[in-house]
């Protein structure tokens, strides 16, 4: 295999303006902020693989793309800290859990469900991975793709229209599975699923978990 090592990836601070009133341009400036710093590697099929260091997952950091949500009281009321959904009406929502292989930290392609919010969240102690994109990209490229780590005990709500890869996550056993839930629709993967891949760019990601 022949790599090429450039500088190490990084993850800043993300710091809003105040003017920011829209999510593309929210968007817009977590791309900048969190601008990666490509390690790359081309494979023998000519394929580079970039780097792409997952970031901590914080509210406001995650806004473009959806929600960041954890426990809360029994008695609490519905407001903001619960996941405000969005379904098309006449959708049937589906909740389940569903069992994912271990396909590693790589990323292929980028998805979209324009019609409804999906909520995704692990079962076991472990953190897991997720690629995102902002909603209003038509087809984002990977320079364009935000990595964050989900801690065990967190869920999160994608925004319709939110590019996204994974749940992913990494096990020394290539036979290893996980639980996740997943909230979406009964036809969301056969009627409302956009999927945009970086082959023409000859590139995939790779997920870096924070040090």
């Not at 990836?9 to 105040?18: E, G, S, T």
């Not at 390690?39 to 995650?62: D, K, N, Y």
């Not at 069992?99 to 953190?127: A, D, S, W």
């Not at 945009?196 to 590139?203: A, D, M, P």
Request: some cysteine; hydrophobic content about 35%; overall charge negative.
């Amino acid at each position: 295999m022949l790599s090429l090592v450039a500088s190490p990836p990084f993850c800043a601070k993300a710091v809003f303006a105040k003017d920011l009133d829209t999510p593309l341009r929210q968007a817009a400036k977590v791309t900048k902020i969190h601008r990666q710093r490509r390690r790359a590697q081309v494979t023998s099929a000519g394929v580079e693989e970039r780097a792409c260091q997952a970031c901590t997952l914080t509210a406001e950091v995650f806004k473009p793309f959806g929600q960041v949500l954890s426990a809360i009281d029994d008695s609490a009321k519905f407001g903001k800290d619960d996941a405000q959904l969005s379904i098309e009406p006449g959708q049937i929502p589906r909740f389940y859990i569903m069992r994912l292989p271990n396909r590693g930290l790589v990323f292929r392609k980028v998805t979209n469900h324009k019609n409804v919010t999906q909520c995704l969240g692990g079962l076991g102690n472990e953190p897991w991975y997720i690629a995102v994109a902002a909603p209003e990209l038509e087809a984002p490229t990977i320079e364009e793709v935000t990595c964050f780590e989900v801690p065990p005990g967190t869920f999160i709500k994608l925004e319709c229209g939110t590019w996204h890869a994974g749940p992913l996550f990494e096990d020394d056993d290539d036979d290893a599975k996980r639980d996740f839930y997943n909230l979406e629709c009964s036809d969301t993967n056969l009627t409302d699923a956009e999927s945009v891949g970086f082959g023409k760019e000859g590139v995939i990601g790779r997920i870096v978990p924070p040090s």
